[in-house]
Each structure stands twice: as structure tokens, then as C-alpha cells.
């Protein structure tokens, strides 16, 4: 009988043992360094900005990489098969946290798992990409930051620099679904302020060329919104644009960079930074369901010199100003 006791009691250790294992597993070893996966579109200077700034967000929080916080930082390089993939090796590594760079990433990663949170890093349409019932109440294991631009500043500093433009041309990839729902808030806004716009759509780079230049012999200026694709091929638009002398508004402060002419519009960077933050709380046990989306509504006025000396285009003063002061100046 004595032995029976003993078998019995060693059977409860060994149940314990492995209870605690699990619950130590599937709560991503949260009594050692916590694990967090970064997924990342294809690589870009907008892309690139915001995971820069998502590390220093995490550190400026505590979490120093190295140190008490691992990163399997993961770029799908714009391959869905990618996204699938790395999606699932969070999954299975059991990451604490992970967070989706562009909104086809963090789509990837929300329908890899329903239960290990997902921080937006900054995408446009959180609600419209099905990724949160309520960006007040996301009400999933989804939160983050938003990168929605200020639309109707970006138009009005359009219309400033080119007061006697007639026709504003945008173009924006038909898949990207974060491009096409702020092509359509752009057009009804157009709408609205009685500006005359006209539509081009590419389905990849490769036809971005030939649509660009279809596009520069009907329009006075082009306005491209938040779009990976043409943002990943930005000199390809600018030397056709240039070779007709017709101006590039870029909805990111990195595409003006890249040889866009000016724009008002949020830091990406910053944004890398917020959601750093918002990662950091997530992973001290702040609930994604009950956090809000965080969007930022200052832009910063962004320019470029070359550009407007190339294009012949005289800044107006108080542009080049402000964004010397609060934004910045490219030469």
C-alpha cells in the first residue's frame, strides 16, 4: 500500500511539473526573456523607418534587444507564400507579441493566430482591413497605430503650390486594399474641394512604367497615396514624371526623399516609435481587445529642394519655413 501512496504522490509531482511546463509554454516563457516577431512587408525607406523606430520605441520602454527582449525580425520580401510562412514560425516559437509591418503582414499574422496579441505597425485602414471590429474597441487580439495621413491637409498643400492646376492625377496598387481605401476618401474629398482627379491603378511594379506614362501626358500633378508597391519603385515614377516636368505629392515624408516634392504628413519613424510603445504595454499585460487604435493626426511638412529645382517649381516661403522648423528639408 505504501508503495501505492508513493507511486501516486511521484504521478501528482510529475502532473504538476508538466502542467506548469505547459502553461510556461504557452504563455511564450513569460518568466524569460519575452519573444517578439516582426513581420515586415518587402523592405523600403517608409517600411525600413518604421521598424527602426518600433526597437527604439521598445527600448525607450525597457525592453532593450540583447538584453531583456528578443526580436526575430522576419520581411517577407512581398511574397504571400512568405507571410504564410513566418506567420506560422511566430505561431510555433510561441512569440509573446507580434507586430505587422504594412497591412498585408499584419493580416498574415491575425489569421495565424486569434489568441497571441498583434500590434498594427502603422496601417492605414485597421478597421476597413477587417483586422479589429472597432478601431475604439478593437475587441480581437488586435491593436496598434494607425498611418492614416491627413488627407485633406496634404490637398490643401497641393493646391498651394499649385494654385493653377487643373487636373491632379493619383496613382495606387488595386491589391493594396490600405492604398485603395485612402484613394477613395482622396477622391471624395477631391470631390468635395471641386478638384478635378483622375485615377490610374497598377496591379505591380511592373506596370507602373508604362501607367506613369499614360498618366504624365493628362495630368498637372500626381498625388500618390500610402502604397507599399509604388513607394518600393519610387524612382521609376519620378524619372517619368520629371522627364514631363509634372510634380510627385507623396502621402510619406521618406517617398518626398526618394524624389518626391513636398507633403504634410506623419513621421514614420515616430510612428515606428508609438508602436514600440504600444508592444511594450502589451507586453507588461495590456489587453489589445480593450486598446484603442492610436492614430496621429500632426503632420510634419516635408520638402525637397532638388526636386523643385529640377521641376523648375519656386516653393512658396512659408512652406520651405515650416518645414525647416518642424519637419525637413531635402537638398
Same mark, same amino acid.
Given at each position: 500500500?505504501?508503495?501505492?501512496?508513493? =507511486?501516486?504522490?511521484?504521478?501528482? @509531482?510529475?502532473?504538476?511539473?508538466?502542467? @506548469?511546463?505547459?502553461?510556461?509554454?504557452?504563455?511564450?516563457?513569460?518568466?524569460?526573456?519575452?519573444?517578439?516577431?516582426?513581420?515586415?512587408?518587402?523592405?523600403?525607406?517608409?517600411?525600413?523607418?518604421?521598424?527602426?523606430?518600433? @526597437?527604439?520605441?521598445?527600448?525607450?520602454?525597457?525592453?532593450?534587444?540583447?538584453?531583456?527582449?528578443?526580436?526575430?525580425?522576419?520581411?517577407?520580401?512581398?511574397?504571400?507564400?512568405?507571410? &504564410?510562412?513566418?506567420?506560422?514560425?511566430?505561431?510555433?516559437?510561441?512569440?509573446?507579441?507580434?507586430?505587422?509591418?504594412?497591412?498585408?503582414?499584419?493580416?498574415?499574422?491575425?489569421?495565424?493566430?486569434?489568441?497571441?496579441?498583434?500590434? =498594427?505597425?502603422?496601417?492605414?485602414?485597421?478597421?476597413?482591413?477587417?483586422?479589429?471590429?472597432?478601431?475604439?474597441?478593437?475587441?480581437?487580439?488586435?491593436?496598434?497605430?494607425?498611418?492614416?495621413?491627413?488627407? !485633406?491637409?496634404?490637398?490643401?498643400?497641393?493646391? &498651394?503650390?499649385?494654385? !493653377?492646376?487643373?487636373?491632379?492625377?493619383?496613382?495606387?496598387?488595386?491589391?493594396?486594399?490600405?492604398?485603395?481605401?485612402?484613394?477613395? !476618401?482622396?477622391?471624395?474629398?477631391?470631390?468635395?474641394?471641386?478638384?478635378?482627379? &483622375?485615377?490610374?491603378?497598377?496591379?505591380?511594379?511592373?506596370?507602373?512604367?508604362?501607367?506613369?506614362?499614360?498618366?504624365?501626358?493628362?495630368?498637372?500633378?500626381?498625388?500618390?497615396?500610402?502604397?507599399?508597391?509604388?513607394?518600393?519603385?519610387?524612382? %521609376?515614377?519620378?524619372? %517619368?514624371?520629371?522627364? !514631363?516636368?509634372?510634380?510627385?505629392?507623396?502621402?510619406?515624408?521618406?517617398?518626398?526623399?526618394?524624389?518626391?516634392?513636398?507633403?504634410?504628413?506623419?513621421?514614420?519613424?515616430?510612428?515606428?516609435?508609438?508602436?514600440?510603445?504600444?508592444?511594450?504595454?502589451?507586453?507588461?499585460?495590456?489587453?489589445?481587445? %480593450?486598446?484603442?487604435?492610436?492614430?496621429?493626426?500632426?503632420?510634419?511638412?516635408?520638402?525637397?529642394?532638388?526636386?523643385?529645382?529640377?521641376?523648375?517649381?519656386?516653393?512658396? &516661403?512659408?512652406?520651405?519655413?515650416?518645414?525647416?522648423?518642424?519637419?525637413?528639408?531635402?537638398?
Amino acid at each position: 500500500m505504501k508503495r501505492l501512496y508513493g =507511486l501516486i504522490a511521484v504521478l501528482v @509531482v510529475f502532473l504538476g511539473f508538466a502542467f @506548469v511546463q505547459e502553461r510556461h509554454q504557452d504563455h511564450g516563457q513569460t518568466t524569460g526573456t519575452p519573444t517578439v516577431g516582426i513581420l515586415q512587408l518587402l523592405s523600403h525607406p517608409a517600411l525600413d523607418a518604421i521598424h527602426k523606430g518600433i @526597437v527604439h520605441g521598445l527600448a525607450e520602454e525597457g525592453y532593450h534587444v540583447g538584453k531583456n527582449v528578443k526580436i526575430d525580425f522576419q520581411n517577407a520580401q512581398n511574397d504571400q507564400s512568405n507571410l &504564410k510562412t513566418m506567420s506560422a514560425r511566430f505561431v510555433n516559437e510561441r512569440a509573446n507579441v507580434m507586430i505587422g509591418i504594412a497591412t498585408p503582414a499584419a493580416q498574415a499574422l491575425a489569421n495565424a493566430s486569434s489568441t497571441t496579441p498583434v500590434v =498594427l505597425g502603422a496601417i492605414t485602414d485597421p478597421k476597413g482591413a477587417d483586422l479589429v471590429k472597432s478601431n475604439t474597441r478593437p475587441g480581437t487580439n488586435v491593436t496598434g497605430v494607425s498611418d492614416q495621413a491627413p488627407l !485633406k491637409a496634404q490637398l490643401k498643400l497641393i493646391q &498651394k503650390i499649385m494654385p !493653377k492646376m487643373k487636373t491632379l492625377g493619383i496613382i495606387y496598387t488595386s491589391s493594396d486594399d490600405s492604398a485603395t481605401a485612402q484613394y477613395h !476618401k482622396f477622391a471624395a474629398l477631391c470631390k468635395q474641394e471641386h478638384v478635378r482627379l &483622375k485615377a490610374y491603378s497598377i496591379a505591380n511594379t511592373n506596370d507602373l512604367n508604362q501607367v506613369a506614362q499614360q498618366m504624365v501626358s493628362q495630368v498637372d500633378a500626381v498625388y500618390v497615396p500610402t502604397d507599399n508597391t509604388v513607394a518600393s519603385a519610387m524612382q %521609376t515614377l519620378v524619372a %517619368t514624371t520629371n522627364a !514631363k516636368k509634372i510634380p510627385v505629392f507623396p502621402a510619406v515624408d521618406t517617398m518626398v526623399k526618394a524624389g518626391g516634392l513636398a507633403t504634410l504628413s506623419i513621421n514614420q519613424y515616430k510612428l515606428g516609435v508609438e508602436t514600440g510603445k504600444m508592444t511594450a504595454a502589451v507586453l507588461r499585460g495590456k489587453n489589445p481587445a %480593450t486598446t484603442p487604435i492610436q492614430f496621429e493626426r500632426k503632420g510634419e511638412m516635408t520638402v525637397n529642394l532638388a526636386t523643385a529645382k529640377k521641376l523648375g517649381i519656386s516653393l512658396p &516661403k512659408d512652406v520651405v519655413k515650416d518645414a525647416q522648423a518642424h519637419g525637413e528639408v531635402f537638398k
